[in-house]
């Protein structure tokens, strides 16, 4: 009799634990995607499921550009690229909030232009910025990885933080 009574009360307490939950479908900040209301894309870039690189080599010179571009039907223009910081590819917002006027990789804001902003710079540049950045490919895979980060700002004063995008070097 007792092996059936502990039966039954494990068989309520299953059935009841599968109806506890009353928001299965409504997340809450802390489990959702965090996107912008406008997005950032960077055309001319590509990816592979990742965050979206481009390829520069060193013989080459090591020219770095990123266009970034917010949709026209948004209504919205970019103001400005507000603050870059760049690092190994371990940098986040947290290091983006964290940069100052003289640990952010722009002086200035970088002005837009209608729904499309510029950002161009060099691998020499970036090196004398962060000089313990390896920048040098590596044997396998034959390239390394630096990584960007964007503040931008609409013409609203509405502030973006689009997904960070990598500079693939190669030889």
């Known amino acids: 009799m007792k092996k059936y ?3 039954g009360l494990f068989l309520v307490l299953l059935v009841g634990s599968s109806f506890s939950c009353k928001d299965d479908y409504i997340y809450s900040d802390l489990v959702r995607d965090n996107r912008p209301a406008i ?3 960077f055309p001319g870039t590509i990816t592979y499921g990742f965050n979206p690189f481009i390829t520069t080599s060193i013989a080459g010179g090591g020219p770095i550009e990123f266009t970034l571009s ?6 919205r223009t970019i103001k400005e690229i507000t603050r870059i910081v760049g690092g190994a590819t ?3 917002v947290a290091t983006l909030n964290a940069a100052t006027a003289t640990s952010a990789y722009n002086a200035a804001p970088i002005a837009g232009t209608g729904t499309t902003a510029v950002f161009t710079t060099t691998l020499a540049a970036f090196k004398s910025k962060y000089p313990t950045v390896a920048t040098a490919p590596v044997a396998l895979p034959n ?3 630096i ?3 964007f503040l931008v700002t609409l013409d609203d004063g509405t502030q973006i933080v689009p997904e960070p995008v990598r500079v693939r070097i190669v030889a």
């Open 5 to 7: 009574l502990i039966k």
């Open 39 to 41: 997005p950032v894309t």
């Open 70 to 75: 917010i949709p026209a039907s948004s209504g």
């Open 90 to 92: 371990g940098i986040n």
């Open 143 to 145: 390239y390394t990885e």
């Open 147 to 149: 990584q960007f980060l």
